[in-house]
């Protein structure tokens, strides 16, 4: 049950460069997310999908791009990092069924340091 | 969810005792309430969740307890453990609108053995 991953686990790079966080879930949950976690802020949504094909900004979208081609994989794209960027990024899913299931699952997350 | 600053609220508990996580929601549509736990180095994980038509639920050795009037809600652990020791945060959702969440930005429970 291998249910949602991220990769890579650690990432350091540098002003400027495009960077792409990867998650990927088992369960065929419709909805996937993006948080950024930083202390003091909690956890702030990125990006959001609630289907392959159909994403939307969350809080703090400036600065990332978003894809879901197919239902279990969900990248996330700096186009060009910058030192606010510097955090750590979570991937969820949940299953949005008839009786509204809101319950996130989380993955591990990629600790993302841009120098 | 609340802004503390830099620090992060902490709750420093004997283990054994029972310890009382508190939360202060924003917005009074909010329907749908869940308590995450996150241990170091990991993801959130789902601890408990409510509904705004109850004021009460209870799970293995977890309660929560949401007052609308007030706009609070509180994670009692009953008999801590060191294992329980992690952040652990509220989350809100307004009624009607998509599967999104808004998290608080956590507390700290410390079990001292």
């Known amino acids: 049950d291998a249910g949602i991953t991220q990769s890579p686990r650690y990432k350091i790079t540098e002003t400027g460069r495009q960077v792409t966080l990867m998650c990927h879930q088992t369960w065929s949950h419709s909805y996937m997310f993006w948080y950024r976690q930083d202390l003091g802020h909690g956890l702030r949504l990125i990006y959001y999908s609630a289907a392959a094909d159909i994403t939307d900004k969350g809080e703090v979208p400036d600065g990332y791009v978003v894809s879901r081609s197919k239902t279990e994989n969900f990248p996330l794209t700096l186009e060009s990092a910058t030192r606010s960027q510097t955090s750590v990024y979570f991937c969820a899913s949940s299953e949005f069924g008839g009786r509204t299931n809101e319950k996130l699952f989380f993955g591990s997350g990629t600790q993302l340091s841009v120098l | 969810g609340e802004n503390v600053g830099l620090h992060l609220p902490t709750l420093s508990v004997q283990e054994g005792d029972n310890s009382i996580i508190n939360c202060a929601y924003s917005n009074s549509a909010s329907d749908y309430f869940i308590w995450y736990k996150q241990e170091s180095g990991k993801g959130p994980q789902f601890i408990i969740d409510i509904r705004s038509n109850m004021d009460k639920r209870q799970g293995q050795r977890v309660t929560v307890l949401l007052n609308k009037t007030v706009k609070h809600l509180s994670l009692q652990i009953a008999a801590t453990q060191p294992g329980d020791s992690a952040v652990y945060f509220c989350?809100?959702?307004?009624?009607?609108?998509?599967?999104?969440?808004?998290f608080g930005t956590g507390t700290l429970l410390a079990v001292q053995p």
């Open positions: 989350a809100e959702k307004e009624g009607g609108a998509t599967n999104k969440l808004i």
